[in-house]
């Protein structure tokens, strides 16, 4: 109970609500962060995963590299990146972006392959033409999966983004950081629990938008 009391006047502190080191100015570090690596990862993934999908071209090799790259050690990837570029935020941001590109990716590949050959071939007599297929048809059915994807990769970056405070950037990793430095237990449990309260906000926050971008029976489908 004593640590959870620690808590509780952690955060009541009115210092921790103000200046640079503040809670909101960490958050919004932590955001920016996160939701530069997502957008640059999805202008990757998502065009090249519906590209494979559509066409079948390289599907396999692009999928098989995405799932090896998903072994590949985060803070591995981002202090060779800055043997070559130096402290900063490009090291933080090319090491979350190596993170978030292979969920997105394989989950829009998938999910264009995953449509049924019927819908394509009834489009196809339509009239419709590869790139109406695409857009008008396997984007919307993949779509779904495609935010699975995007969400796993959200969320993915949003607890790893943490790693920016060891290269000095910022962020809610600088509580845990800072306070594994001071042995302060509550800085760390602070630093954590924002983490964590993010983290589940990012994928309320994705509940909301497949609501809005995924029509009901295709929910349905995928529930």
């Not at 080191?21 to 690596?37: F, T």
């Amino acid at each position: 109970m004593e640590i959870l009391t620690d808590l509780y006047l952690w955060f009541a502190d009115p210092a921790q609500w103000s200046g640079d080191a503040g809670i909101p100015a960490r958050l919004g570090e932590h955001v920016y962060y996160s939701v530069l690596a997502l957008v640059l990862s999805s202008l990757v993934a998502v065009p090249l995963g519906l590209l494979t999908g559509h066409t079948g071209v390289g599907g396999f090799a692009t999928t098989s590299l995405a799932n090896f790259a998903r072994a590949l050690p985060t803070i591995g990837v981002l202090f060779l990146v800055v043997l070559f570029a130096g402290i900063g935020l490009v090291p933080v941001v090319c090491a979350l972006v190596a993170l978030a590109v292979p969920p997105i990716l394989v989950n829009t590949h998938e999910g264009v392959r995953g449509v049924e050959p019927r819908l394509r071939d009834a489009a196809l007599g339509m009239g419709m033409r590869g790139r109406e297929v695409l857009l008008s048809l396997e984007l919307p059915v993949a779509t779904p999966l495609i935010l699975i994807g995007v969400r796993t990769a959200a969320v993915q970056v949003v607890a790893t983004a943490t790693i920016a405070a060891y290269v000095g950037v910022g962020g809610l990793g600088r509580y845990i950081v800072d306070g594994q430095a001071r042995q302060d237990l509550t800085m760390m449990l602070g630093g954590s629990v924002l983490v964590v309260a993010l983290a589940v906000a990012t994928t309320l926050l994705f509940a909301g938008l497949r609501r809005l971008l995924v029509a009901p029976g295709l929910r349905a489908e995928t529930a």
